[in-house]
C-alpha cells in the first residue's frame, strides 16, 4: 500500500487546538497530523498564539473530515468563553489555551 500524500483540511490557531482535533478525528478512526512547529524557528518573535498550525489528513479522509470539524465548530451553537479570556467553539469540550474544562467556564 503506497503511503498516501497528506492533504491540509484546517488551520487551527495553536498546536493545542490541532492536538484536540487530532483526537477528535481519531474517534472516527481517522488519522490526523498537525503541523506548525517546525515553522516556528524561522519566525520566532511571534507568540505560539499567532501561529497556525496545519492540520494534515490522508486524501481519502479529507471529506470526512473536513464535515466532522465543521460539525464539531457549529456543535451546540454558541462560541464558549474561557476562564483564561480565550474564545472556544462550541464543539470543544477542553480550552485550546489553558486546557479547562468547557463546564468549569460556566
Ligand atoms: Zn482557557
Not at 498537525?34 to 479522509?61: C, F, K, N, S
Not at 460539525?71 to 489553558?98: H, K, M, R, V
Request: charged share 25%.
Amino acid at each position: 500500500m503506497n503511503e498516501p500524500d497528506w492533504q491540509l483540511v484546517y488551520h487551527a490557531a495553536s498546536e493545542f487546538e490541532a492536538a484536540l482535533l487530532v483526537g477528535l478525528l481519531a474517534s472516527y478512526r481517522i488519522e490526523a497530523r498537525y503541523q506548525g512547529q517546525m515553522l516556528l524557528g524561522a519566525v520566532g518573535e511571534l507568540p505560539p498564539t499567532d501561529i497556525q498550525v496545519g492540520l494534515w489528513v490522508a486524501p481519502r479522509h479529507a471529506e470526512q473530515a473536513e464535515r466532522i470539524l465543521q460539525q464539531a465548530q457549529q456543535q451546540d451553537g454558541a462560541d464558549w468563553q474561557c476562564q483564561c479570556g480565550e474564545d472556544n467553539a462550541a464543539g470543544f469540550e477542553l480550552c485550546w489555551a489553558c486546557g479547562r474544562d468547557k463546564d468549569e467556564s460556566k
